[in-house]
């Protein structure tokens, strides 16, 4: 409880990533076919609903609201371990900040704190669940009708010109992805609209981005990646190349063949 108010704040915004990274393992389960456990999803988002809360004493740094916090986290990381890996709590939110991690050791800039990342890439993610509730079965149809496989020549390209020297461990990663063609696609493509009421369900228990950052607010962190220091295209770089960085189905790519941005 001691702790400078930017960690607390940090360690708050991010268990909010659970939020979207539920969802995110949701939809890998439906359209990548991921192992998912549901109790242990439901024991995370238990754990993410204890913090939000309790949001405004954890701001003010009550120890009794810390304890919640730490308590959560470590509900979390017992969660990740009783699944085998970082699942159930890392989504499209962390491969943002994992982007910007790398970039800026790449850059020899100073750090951020891993969770003020998190928290305002959640913010970014809950904005594509918004944008996905607003699809209808129809629209979605056109646009699945003109989604195109990215050609793997041009996706590797992009990984390249991202990540630099780290590209061939990213290609490698990726490969599941990189590997698809026309058939697969279309598979994926029939899943989504096979799975459209389920997806929506899924979208609907993503909070709104709005509500994201009111709870960033109370424990007072970042809410947007210019309060990171962070410029306009170091956001846009992390939306278009972070989900490259693991082999899992999440918002950030249904978002590509959507055709969200």
Excluded at 19 to 38: F, H, M
Excluded at 107 to 125: D, F, N, Q
Aim: glycine share 8%; aromatic share 6%.
């Amino acid at each position: 409880a001691q702790a400078p108010r930017a960690m607390i704040a940090a360690g708050f915004a991010d268990m909010l990533g659970k939020l979207t990274s539920i969802a995110d393992w949701r939809i890998g389960r439906l359209l990548w076919n991921e192992p998912y456990q549901e109790p242990i999803a439901e024991r995370t988002l238990a754990a993410v609903k204890l913090c939000t809360d309790n949001a405004q004493a954890i701001g003010e740094g009550s120890p009794a609201a810390v304890r919640v916090l730490l308590d959560a986290l470590l509900e979390s990381g017992y969660c990740m371990l009783d699944f085998g890996s970082s699942r159930p709590a890392s989504g499209a939110e962390h491969h943002y900040s994992h982007f910007w991690e790398m970039k800026l050791l790449q850059e020899g800039r100073p750090a951020i704190l891993h969770g003020a990342k998190v928290g305002v890439a959640t913010a970014l993610v809950a904005g594509l669940y918004a944008q996905l509730r607003g699809l209808s079965r129809e629209a979605a149809a056109d646009r699945l009708e003109a989604a195109v496989l990215p050609p793997r020549a041009a996706e590797e390209a992009a990984i390249r010109a991202a990540y630099g020297d780290l590209a061939g461990d990213i290609i490698v990663e990726h490969a599941n992805f990189l590997n698809l063609d026309e058939a697969a696609y279309d598979a994926i493509k029939r899943k989504i609209l096979t799975h459209w009421d389920e997806l929506q369900a899924i979208a609907a228990q993503v909070p709104p981005p709005e509500q994201i950052v009111q709870w960033l607010r109370e424990v007072g962190g970042p809410t947007t990646a210019a309060e990171l220091g962070l410029s306009a295209a170091e956001q846009a770089q992390a939306a278009n190349n972070g989900h490259y960085l693991r082999d899992r189905f999440t918002m950030r790519k249904l978002a590509r063949v959507l055709q969200i941005v």
